[in-house]
């Protein structure tokens, strides 16, 4: 079962455009919802990250948006350059300082081109 | 935001053999930390969650005896694949959580690459 649903699968965006990639979850118990970016190789990168009581967060060129009542969230990704191409995660997370560890469900990831 | 490590990043090594991965928090304390295995092209698969002091969770599936996993200290954790084989190759991450102040915010390794001969 994905907890977490991810679209498009991949996106093709010229250079100086605008990538938006879009996360839906299920359970309400999450409170947490990070984006990684991760280039071939390489380990995933902590992009940006909102918690549910905020609804946009902005930092540089990459804007989260988040609609608690409709369960989704999404990355825009502002004046797109080659550079940003990459695999994007998006996240959720349930939160319990109690616990072990607060595991993140992942989405299946966008392959994000850049074209220049 | 944190640094943590991996080594080595790519071992490649003959069928039958164990290898050792090992994953450092470079500048914080983890009491616990992740261990993810990702296919080319797909989404990162959480095997364990390794915890400092009493032993790993695995996940449904995941074998315990094929993929040991040692907390050894605040900062270490190391994942051995035992009796590796050609369909254990595949790219290992592991993350680890950084609890101070109130983010609990994940931050991953670089990978390790694994190819099983």
């Known amino acids: 079962q994905q907890q977490v649903k991810q679209s498009p699968q991949s996106l093709i965006v010229q250079k100086g455009g605008i990538s938006i990639i879009n996360c839906a979850y299920e359970n309400t118990a999450f409170d947490y919802f990070p984006w990684y970016q991760q280039f071939p190789g390489k380990g995933p990168a902590l992009l940006i990250a909102?918690?549910?009581?905020?609804s946009e967060k902005k930092e540089g060129r990459f804007t989260i948006s988040f609609n608690k009542s409709a369960k989704q969230f999404s990355l825009h990704i502002m004046d797109s350059q080659p550079g940003d191409s990459a695999t994007y995660f998006c996240a959720a997370r349930q939160f319990d300082r109690g616990e072990y560890g607060n595991k993140l469900v992942f989405g299946a990831g966008t392959i994000l081109r850049v074209k220049s | 935001g944190a640094v943590v490590s991996q080594h080595p990043s790519w071992v490649i090594c003959k069928s039958g053999t164990s290898v050792k991965i090992e994953c450092r928090s470079l500048?914080?304390?983890?009491?616990?930390m992740f261990w993810y295995r990702q296919f080319p092209k797909q989404s990162l698969m959480l095997m364990a969650t390794?915890?400092?002091?009493?032993?790993?969770?695995?996940e449904q599936g995941v074998e315990k005896d094929k993929f040991l996993i040692n907390h050894a200290s605040l900062t270490l954790s190391t994942l051995t694949v035992t009796s590796a084989h050609p369909e254990d190759s595949s790219f290992y991450i592991c993350?680890?959580?950084?609890?101070?102040?109130?983010?609990?915010?994940?931050?991953f390794g670089p990978g390790t690459r694994l190819t099983v001969l």
């Open positions: 390794s915890n400092e002091g009493s032993k790993a969770t695995y």
């Open positions: 993350s680890a959580p950084d609890r101070r102040g109130n983010t609990d915010t994940q931050y």
């Open positions: 909102i918690r549910p009581d905020v």
């Open positions: 500048d914080f304390q983890a009491t616990t």
